[in-house]
């Protein structure tokens, strides 16, 4: 006996004790228990929902207009005005753009207007596209609520947002005229039927784009076949460098290539906090478990100072103490990691659908983000909660499992 | 009461390990939620506060449905008068009359659709802060006068500086073809994009004759000094104006419904957060109690079988649980409080914040606000749910029977 003791005992055994122990105040373990899966649902709950919100402003505000990456004239973004153009892709850019990292590009004119109905007239970004290449880097034609999407370069026809097509008091089909300028500054109009109505997550966007053929816009601004921008897309929003590096070689004379990060600051700053937080939150999460851990392990600590005395008089190594205590807090921990994640995921799952929050639509609109949150389960972000829970978990059961194995023998035993 | 506080504050210290334990749990928690709450309440005040003086006042009266469909012809008549018979009706109050109307400015080399704002040059300068926020240049004078005053990026986007001249053409609120050409006297600097971007402001009159109006406008401003007064200040501009069916009052939160939602949103989020970390400090306590209460079964059994009531034990337990509470109240605070009284001096800031704050018209430090109503809130609740904590343990020496308890180990 004595000698098996002090020859630390097999896994299986110590297990076997480890998980005894655990359940001998079964409505301690059960609260803790509880406390770690609530702590665990918190973190991974909490962290898809604000993944969620920040995923779907991002890839709303890029992947349909900015793009991945851009290309424009090098004072277009300063001043973004017609005489600030580019000339149609040559063939060392349309190479470049034929690499396997591109998704999708297109060139587009993007120039201020003026729209107006017989009723009202508003500012607008006036857009001269081929929809094809819209298509392909990301416009959605589901969101088309009205009429369709634009045939070709050379389509005579607009299509306007819900929200402008109700504030110009004007329907599919009407004529509105719209007015900006040629490159001699002179004012162009011209008349436009609308063909199709698009609706976008964000009212604001429905109120400033309208698209036209880029062909026909050309023509109306005596612009040739220049365009103001070319919006690149490739296949991972947080990985540019390489579509980035190889545009930028074949870049055209006089031209800027920024990616997204650069041209939508609100945007990359909100992903770099969001980053920042799912870390912060389920260390915030883990600190305020970390007490009751602690406590819960030195109660059963305290309970047992006879039995460990004992346990060591008869040969028992520290070291197997230490071991013991660790692999109840291991077991402890795992078995609330379980449950935890059991429930996140199924919770996130449950909500697949979407969480409607249109009660404070405008609100979500000021943050840049639409009316209904999809959570968004990340791997990632799963791993880091389950990680987080055993290293640091671990790490804090270890000072009161030392101190358990630090109890003089005599000591402990005479202890009441 | 007294005896019973004593033995209280003595049982606590019986395990000092673990009271100390839990009360840091509580003073993690209190904390932090003294630190962000105050946060909160300090952007949330700014966040109001800039947007509402900048230009949208805390109270218009307007044309009803201009606020839902701004459009010219949803105007009110004799506007100037109206705001001179509302100062006499508010006199603590800053009130002007604006128009307000869309159309193309161009320059010798640009033309761009924007807002065009009529507005009284002596008295917009108390209900917005744009007028102050002019960098180049002077504000507006004269009511009459051809004369404009723009934001930075629309002057740079024009490419105009002081002294150039913009036409203007749009149409009047009768339909007819409406231009004019005016002088920049004014360059404004906001530091909000959509408003340095968007938005040139003429005086009142002018606006009124170019775009047709007569003596039509489209709002009165109201701005006051301080938010608290919104309500009474809203009820006397409601009551002026109740037998004028086409005018209606509306204030900040109808103006400007983003804000409020915007701020409730980003309450409830982090109130959902909070929830969740004050749960898990209310398992602590419970485990705590719980397991102080299991430990004293003989002691408890004593007690009972010498003919203490058990209410009393339980009244005791949660007596335990209120100071060991309130120590971690105090300290939490305390530590919060320290906290937040620093950075309300110096200001909070980290990276990358500048591009939100600009979003969110705040400057690019915030600080925390510190009232009492900040520092106790989550606290508070942490208080509250500690004790809610302690119920299930204390119910249990409800139980208790004497004999049995103890001869338990």
Do not use: C
Request: net charge neutral; aromatic share 8%.
């Amino acid at each position: 006996m004595s000698s098996r003791l002090h020859a630390a005992l097999p896994v299986p055994a110590m297990m076997r004790l480890a998980w005894r122990n655990l359940w001998r105040n079964h409505r301690r373990t059960l609260i803790m228990l509880l406390a770690i899966a609530i702590g665990v649902w918190a973190m991974i709950f909490m962290t898809a929902l604000m993944r969620g919100m920040v995923d779907e402003m991002i890839s709303d505000g890029i992947e349909s207009l900015p793009g991945y990456v851009q290309i424009h004239h090098a004072d277009f973004r300063d001043d973004p005005s017609i005489q600030n153009s580019l000339q149609a892709p040559g063939h060392e850019l349309l190479s470049a753009l034929g690499n396997t990292v591109v998704a999708g590009w297109t060139s587009r004119v993007r120039v201020p207007a003026m729209i107006s109905s017989e009723k009202d007239s508003r500012g607008v970004t006036l857009l001269g596209v081929d929809p094809a290449g819209e298509i392909a880097v990301g416009f959605d034609l589901t969101n088309m609520v009205a009429g369709r999407f634009l045939d070709g370069p050379t389509d005579k026809g607009l299509v306007i947002g819900r929200k402008l097509l109700e504030r110009l008091e004007t329907r599919l089909g009407k004529r509105v005229v719209v007015m900006s300028q040629d490159p001699n500054n002179n004012v162009a109009d011209r008349g436009f039927r609308i063909v199709g109505v698009y609706k976008a997550t964000l009212e604001g966007q429905e109120e400033r784009f309208v698209y036209g053929g880029r062909s026909n816009i050309q023509s109306l601004l005596k612009m040739g076949s220049q365009v103001s921008e070319i919006a690149i897309t490739g296949h991972d929003y947080r990985a540019v460098d390489e579509l980035l590096a190889s545009i930028r070689q074949a870049r055209p004379p006089g031209s800027e290539v920024l990616p997204w990060m650069e041209l939508e600051g609100y945007l990359y700053s909100m992903m770099v906090m969001m980053d920042g937080f799912v870390l912060v939150w389920i260390i915030v999460i883990f600190v305020a478990l970390s007490f009751g851990l602690i406590n819960t392990l030195m109660m059963a600590i305290f309970e047992r100072i006879r039995e460990i005395g004992l346990m060591q008089a008869l040969g028992m190594r520290p070291t197997s103490i230490l071991y013991l205590v660790l692999l109840e807090s291991l077991l402890l921990l795992a078995l609330g990691l379980l449950i935890g994640n059991i429930l996140a995921v199924g919770s996130i799952l449950s909500l697949r659908g979407g969480i409607d929050l249109s009660a404070v639509a405008k609100g979500m609109e000021m943050f840049g983000a639409g009316s209904t949150l999809y959570p968004a389960l990340k791997l990632g972000d799963l791993a880091t909660a389950n990680v987080v829970v055993i290293v640091l978990g671990l790490l804090t059961s270890l000072l009161p499992a030392w101190r358990a194995s630090r109890y003089s023998p005599v000591e402990a035993i005479t202890k009441i | 009461m007294i005896l019973s506080l004593r033995m209280a504050w003595r049982n606590l210290w019986r395990h000092k390990r673990r009271t100390w334990l839990t009360a840091l749990a509580m003073i993690f928690s209190n904390v932090l939620l003294v630190f962000m709450i105050s946060l909160q309440f300090g952007s949330y005040d700014m966040m109001i506060n800039n947007t509402l003086q900048a230009f949208s006042g805390h109270i218009q009266v307007q044309h009803p449905g201009y606020n839902d469909n701004p459009k010219l012809r949803q105007s009110i008549p004799a506007v100037v008068p109206l705001a001179v018979e509302l100062r006499s009706t508010l006199p603590g109050a800053h009130i002007a009359a604006r128009g307000a109307a869309f159309a193309l400015v161009s320059s010798d080399q640009r033309s761009l659709g924007i807002q065009i704002i009529g507005v009284e040059p002596d008295h917009e300068p108390w209900v917005s802060t744009l007028p102050g926020l002019v960098r180049e240049g002077r504000f507006l004078k004269d009511s009459l006068a051809a004369e404009i005053v723009i934001g930075r990026v629309l002057a740079r986007n024009l490419k105009v500086s002081v002294g150039d001249e913009l036409t203007l053409l749009g149409s009047g609120r009768d339909g007819s073809f409406a231009a004019g050409v005016v002088t920049v006297t004014g360059i404004f600097d906001s530091g909000s994009g959509d408003l340095d971007r968007s938005l040139a402001e003429v005086p009142l009159r002018y606006f009124q004759e170019t775009f047709a109006m007569r003596d039509h406008g489209h709002s009165v401003v109201v701005a006051v000094d301080e938010i608290d007064t919104v309500p009474t200040a809203f009820a006397a501009v409601s009551h002026e104006i109740q037998d004028k069916p086409d005018l209606t009052a509306l204030d900040w939160n109808q103006l400007q419904p983003g804000l409020k939602q915007a701020i409730q949103a980003d309450m409830s989020s982090a109130w959902f957060m909070y929830g969740l970390l004050i749960i898990l400090v209310a398992f602590s306590v419970l485990n705590t109690q719980l397991m102080s209460v299991l430990e004293r079964t003989r002691e408890f059994g004593v007690i009972t079988a010498l003919g203490v009531k058990p209410r009393k034990l339980a009244s005791l337990v949660i007596l335990e649980t209120a100071l060991m509470a309130l120590l971690g109240l105090v300290i939490g605070v305390a530590i919060g409080w320290m906290v937040a009284a620093y950075l309300n001096t110096v200001g909070f800031h980290y990276p990358g914040m500048e591009q939100m704050a600009e979003k969110f018209n705040l400057p690019d430090r915030v600080y925390p606000s510190v009232t009492f109503f900040s520092m106790i809130l989550g606290p508070g609740v942490v208080f509250l749910f500690s004790l809610l904590a302690a119920v299930y343990p204390s119910l249990r020496l409800f139980r208790l029977q004497p004999v049995e308890a103890m001869r338990a180990v």
